[in-house]
């Protein structure tokens, strides 16, 4: 059965003037939301339902999405062999980005030592509100859970629940037995693609009121926690946006250099996902776009369909830089020596523990609280200290992750073949898909865009 139509030169939409973008208006919605937080903090504050219902509106679609991207994927290459090496191949990349950037965040934090000088004594702190439920939920929560955790009760309770690696090992066992059945598979397959172009262009319809969701996410958190928490904690603050920056722009740099790709054409290419992330705190809500992009970038939808969600699992660059840096913080603020053994042992539990703590406040909070509690040697108590800034570090932490993301999809591409760097630099330069179709392992042709491709803002 023959796929969706596509043409061969797609119509590109008009050239939209800066007025007219997301990004635009983005970040008009998060600086009006500051001022809303500031001068009227109790109408900022009775604003948090506005940024969380459209963050569970994005929410709702990232399961069937993922489904619908691993399925088409993996019933789209040639051979399931394809499969298992492009899921190996982004494993191992994973586990390599995991270390560098908990090796950087230690560096750092030993370098700069921020908590030098608190003297807070762990006796003093108690473990009440959100903070004391997140601290209990990490101090419930093995090292291997991500692992114990990967097979859902019920194929259904794994899309209820929003659990993206559960959808992962379903829709990876679910694409490889359409790809098996072979052609009896094939209607199955065209629906898939219909179904896929029908998903998108809902999340167009959302992606609408993605202005009205950071403006009132950001109103609620300077409502709550007021315009101090912005400056706060500076040294530690002004550390972790600094170190994300730097291992951005030269750890990242560095590998899309030798793929000789420029990082920051990429961030810019990549600029209206970053502006929702920072307005929602959460790398998810930019998950579905990050995946169009980096298909228009004439990437394999195989390789991105594969990488990009098992990434929001198991390449979290921005929450490894927190962890390292956050648990040497409260060892220096509490007066808690750790010897360089006991400091490489931290590390080696947080390359498990950073597993699954994506970009949504709290995750990284409880991935904290696991790690603290495991090892033993830092009071997990101590993770007081930092609950008035997490807000802001999880915003840090998710932009950190999207780029790490969007690298790691690069890397794997160069791996198998399937990077065509002319193109991707065309891309990048002109904000446009290349017109060309891309081939793919087998001879066969697939084009850089369909009937979903090519997703801009509102």
């Known amino acids: 059965m023959a796929a969706l139509a596509s043409p061969t030169h797609p119509e590109e939409p008009p050239h939209r003037r800066w007025y007219g973008q997301l990004y635009f208006w983005v970040l008009t919605a998060i600086g009006t939301g500051i001022l809303t937080g500031w001068l009227w903090p109790s109408v900022g504050a009775a604003l948090g339902p506005v940024g969380t219902t459209f963050v569970a509106a994005i929410k709702m679609l990232i399961a069937p999405i993922v489904f619908l991207t691993v399925v088409g994927g993996i019933a789209g290459v040639d051979s399931l062999r394809r499969v298992g090496r492009v899921g190996l191949k982004s494993l191992l990349y994973f586990q390599a980005g995991t270390l560098a950037a908990l090796l950087v965040g230690l560096i750092a934090v030993n370098v700069f030592q921020p908590g030098a000088g608190v003297h807070a004594h762990p006796g003093d702190l108690q473990l009440t509100g959100v903070a004391g439920q997140y601290v209990k939920e990490g101090e419930n929560q093995d090292w291997w859970h991500f692992l114990t955790d990967l097979v859902p009760a019920s194929a259904v309770g794994a899309f209820a629940e929003g659990d993206i690696l559960q959808v992962i090992f379903f829709s990876v066992l679910f694409g490889i037995a359409l790809k098996a059945v072979g052609p009896l598979g094939e209607p199955l397959v065209d629906g898939v693609h219909r179904l896929t172009a029908v998903v998108f262009k809902l999340l167009h319809f959302v992606m609408l009121a993605a202005p009205v969701g950071a403006f009132g996410a950001m109103a609620f958190t300077i409502g709550t926690y007021g315009i101090s928490t912005l400056t706060s904690l500076g040294r530690l603050l002004g550390l972790f946006y600094g170190t994300s920056a730097f291992f951005v722009v030269f750890v990242l740099g560095a590998v899309t250099a030798a793929l000789r790709i420029n990082?920051?054409?990429?961030?810019?290419?990549?600029?209206?996902?970053?502006?929702?992330?920072?307005?929602?705190?959460?790398?998810?809500?930019?998950?579905?776009?990050?995946?169009?992009?980096?298909?228009?970038?004439?990437?394999?939808?195989?390789?991105?369909?594969?990488?990009?969600?098992?990434?929001?699992?198991?390449?979290?660059?921005?929450?490894?830089?927190?962890?390292?840096?956050?648990?040497?913080?409260?060892?220096?603020?509490?007066?808690?020596?750790?010897?360089?053994?006991?400091?490489?042992?931290?590390?080696?539990?947080?390359?498990?523990?950073?597993?699954?703590?994506?970009?949504?406040?709290?995750?990284?909070?409880?991935?904290?609280?696991?790690?603290?509690?495991?090892?033993?040697?830092?009071?997990?108590?101590?993770?007081?200290?930092?609950?008035?800034?997490?807000?802001?570090?999880?915003?840090?932490?998710?932009?950190?992750?999207?780029?790490?993301?969007?690298?790691?999809?690069?890397?794997?591409?160069?791996?198998?073949?399937?990077?065509?760097?002319?193109?991707?630099?065309?891309?990048?330069?002109t904000g446009k898909p290349h017109a060309e179709p891309v081939v793919t392992e087998g001879g066969s042709l697939r084009k850089t865009t369909d009937a979903s491709a090519h997703l801009t803002g509102p």
């Open 263 to 429: 990082i920051f054409r990429l961030l810019r290419y990549l600029r209206e996902e970053f502006v929702l992330v920072l307005g929602t705190s959460s790398s998810e809500s930019a998950l579905p776009r990050l995946m169009r992009k980096l298909e228009n970038l004439g990437i394999p939808r195989d390789i991105v369909g594969l990488t990009v969600p098992t990434g929001y699992s198991f390449n979290l660059d921005g929450s490894s830089l927190y962890l390292s840096l956050a648990a040497v913080y409260i060892a220096q603020a509490t007066d808690t020596a750790l010897s360089v053994g006991q400091q490489l042992g931290l590390l080696a539990v947080m390359i498990l523990t950073s597993k699954g703590s994506g970009g949504v406040t709290g995750a990284g909070f409880i991935a904290l609280a696991a790690t603290l509690s495991t090892v033993g040697t830092v009071p997990a108590a101590g993770i007081m200290l930092i609950f008035g800034i997490d807000k802001f570090m999880s915003e840090c932490r998710a932009l950190t992750n999207l780029a790490g993301n969007s690298v790691a999809t690069l890397v794997v591409a160069r791996w198998e073949n399937a990077l065509d760097t002319e193109r991707v630099n065309h891309a990048l330069r």
